[in-house]
């Protein structure tokens, strides 16, 4: 299965395609290591990732730090082995940290901001935080695209994905503090609550959480954050 990762050339960036080395990633996933059926549940994620959301990657993460090259902060990667994208840097999996775990980082589908006037007229001004894009485009307008973390749980698929925002999410203009909070659906450390007891199935892969339920999430973000207090009053 192959994953792509954008590489700078002599004559700009270029996306280059490896085969993405899943019994590595499985040295850094409990869940999959517990028994044979967890194998078969990773290719069967990855491959599903590969075709819908070509551009996420996977990765290693320490709670909610994405792990970065030691020599050039480059983006790790699973490609024969953990290397990095940029100065292909090994790193052997038993030197990480016992909290080290591979998971999914890309950027959710760009989000229309122009209705959000209060968040627009401020990152105009200030821009967007780090990870995060803001721009504009012809027929959306002006739009945001926001990264997230998507991990898996050591008793996954018992236990739903466990999906995070970068820190800088929270430096959004107007949004909520970082903390659990049941008005905001958040549990702490940038964790999205993302199913109520009982709602999670665990037939569902990670792809289709960050793009349903991650995704609603947050958009029901912005809008709190823009000044609309019942934004999470629905369930999605
Ligand atoms: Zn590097």
Redesign the pocket.
């Known amino acids: 299965m192959k994953q792509f990762v954008p590489k700078q050339g002599p004559s700009g960036t270029k996306l280059e395609g490896f085969d993405l080395d899943l019994e590595t990633a499985a040295e850094l996933l409990p869940f999959v290591r517990k028994g044979p059926k967890g194998m078969r549940r990773l290719e069967e994620e990855a491959e599903d990732m590969a075709k819908h959301q070509p551009r996420w990657l996977l990765t290693v993460s320490s709670g909610r730090t994405r792990l970065a ?1 030691p ?4 983006m790790l990667i699973f490609e024969q082995g953990l290397r ?1 994208s ?4 090994q790193l052997p999996t038993h030197r990480l940290s016992t909290h080290a775990r591979a998971c999914w980082f890309g950027l959710l589908p760009p989000i229309g901001i122009s209705g959000l006037s209060k968040i627009d007229r401020a990152l105009s001004t200030n821009g967007a935080p780090a990870g995060h894009v803001a721009a504009q485009h012809a027929e959306l307008g002006r739009f945001l695209l926001v990264p997230l973390l998507a991990g898996y749980p050591s008793d996954y698929p018992k236990s739903p994905p466990q999906i995070r925002y970068l820190p800088g999410f929270f430096e959004l203009p107007f949004m909520p503090p970082d903390k659990a909070s049941h008005r905001v659906h958040l549990y702490g450390q940038g964790v999205l609550c993302l199913f109520a007891s009982g709602q999670w199935n665990r037939k569902d892969f990670i792809r289709q959480v960050i793009e349903q339920r991650a995704y609603a999430h947050v958009i029901k973000m912005l809008n709190f954050a823009n000044g609309k207090r019942r934004a999470f009053a629905k369930v999605s």
Do not use: Y
């Open positions: 090259c020599k050039c902060k480059g990095c940029a100065c292909s840097t």
